[in-house]
């Protein structure tokens, strides 16, 4: 029988998950099929349970209820309790296990896709919502030299800052004024086509800007290039992700270069 996954979110229509994992299944040979699903505001828990009744083996979820499917699951993997949120869900015998693949993406995409070294490198982490602390763990497991989490209310910044330890710092975005190898937006404003209010010195020319939008061409990373920095949107976070999801669902690592490819092309 056909193993059945979705991703949940509200909206989802623009997803592009089920390409990606059709890809990937295809590519791997792998019986599956894999769905959107748009599930209401307030009935997200019901849209799981529906699913799995229906057979579901597992499922990703998209803004705005990574925090809710934390909450959902039973059981959590590491990675998903530090990261607070949870993006892929197990469901099995042992009930509903809740992962987040998210920062794994990211390094990935950083490190294979770009050559991107962290070791020994100076990061600025713009934002301290979610998608931001869905990634640091993974950051600071590639041992970069300094981590600085940046945000409008710095408070929120500083309770990241302190959640993590290892010296990860905190500021206000106008205070990250010096050079940093690296500049991660993790921040809303790009969806709203905004840019958060950033000193020009925190880049130069060996700086690589990292928006994790993908899909258009954001103020933050139209900014990053007039200061001379190299840019990189989140499409290839999206597809590294998404791989990470598949390997905890199917055992199986998917090549994500030439899914990639294919969505850069179209």
């Given at each position: 029988?056909t193993?059945?996954?979705?991703v949940?979110?509200h909206?989802?229509a623009?997803s592009?998950?089920?390409?990606?994992?059709?890809?990937?299944a295809?590519?791997?040979?792998?019986?599956?099929?894999?769905?959107a699903?748009l599930?209401?505001?307030?009935?997200f828990?019901?849209?799981?349970?529906q699913?799995?009744?229906?057979?579901?083996?597992?499922a990703?979820?998209?803004?705005?209820f990574?925090?809710?499917?934390y909450t959902?699951?039973?059981?959590?993997?590491?990675r998903?309790q530090?990261?607070?949120?949870v993006?892929t869900l197990v469901?099995?015998?042992?009930g509903?296990?809740?992962?987040?693949?998210?920062g794994a993406?990211?390094?990935?995409d950083?490190?294979?896709?770009?050559?991107h070294?962290?070791?020994?490198?100076?990061?600025?982490?713009?934002?301290a919502?979610?998608?931001?602390?869905?990634?640091?763990?993974?950051?600071?497991e590639q041992?970069?030299?300094?981590?600085?989490?940046?945000?409008?209310?710095?408070?929120r910044?500083?309770?990241?800052?302190?959640?993590?330890g290892?010296?990860v710092?905190?500021?206000?975005?106008e205070?990250?004024n010096t050079?940093?190898?690296l500049?991660?937006?993790?921040?809303?404003?790009?969806l709203a086509g905004?840019l958060p209010?950033?000193?020009?010195?925190?880049?130069n020319a060996?700086?690589l800007?990292?928006?994790?939008m993908?899909?258009?061409d954001?103020?933050?990373l139209?900014?990053?290039r007039?200061?001379?920095?190299?840019?990189a949107d989140g499409?290839g976070m999206?597809v590294?992700?998404a791989a990470?999801?598949?390997?905890?669902w199917?055992?199986?690592?998917?090549?994500t270069?030439?899914?990639?490819?294919?969505?850069r092309?179209?």
């Amino acid at each position: 029988m056909t193993d059945r996954y979705a991703v949940f979110g509200h909206p989802i229509a623009h997803s592009k998950s089920p390409q990606i994992h059709a890809a990937f299944a295809r590519q791997t040979g792998q019986d599956m099929t894999y769905e959107a699903i748009l599930a209401p505001l307030d009935g997200f828990a019901d849209s799981i349970a529906q699913f799995v009744t229906a057979g579901g083996r597992g499922a990703n979820v998209t803004v705005p209820f990574k925090e809710e499917a934390y909450t959902l699951a039973q059981r959590l993997s590491p990675r998903a309790q530090r990261a607070g949120a949870v993006n892929t869900l197990v469901f099995n015998a042992e009930g509903i296990l809740g992962d987040n693949t998210d920062g794994a993406g990211l390094v990935a995409d950083l490190t294979r896709n770009l050559n991107h070294t962290l070791a020994g490198k100076r990061i600025l982490l713009l934002g301290a919502g979610g998608a931001a602390r869905g990634v640091i763990e993974p950051l600071l497991e590639q041992q970069p030299a300094a981590l600085v989490i940046a945000n409008r209310t710095v408070s929120r910044a500083q309770e990241l800052a302190d959640l993590f330890g290892h010296g990860v710092a905190a500021c206000s975005f106008e205070a990250a004024n010096t050079p940093f190898d690296l500049i991660i937006n993790a921040t809303a404003a790009s969806l709203a086509g905004e840019l958060p209010p950033l000193s020009a010195n925190a880049f130069n020319a060996t700086t690589l800007a990292y928006d994790m939008m993908y899909g258009r061409d954001t103020p933050f990373l139209s900014f990053a290039r007039t200061q001379g920095a190299a840019t990189a949107d989140g499409l290839g976070m999206l597809v590294e992700q998404a791989a990470e999801a598949f390997f905890v669902w199917r055992g199986v690592r998917p090549d994500t270069a030439a899914v990639i490819a294919s969505l850069r092309a179209a």
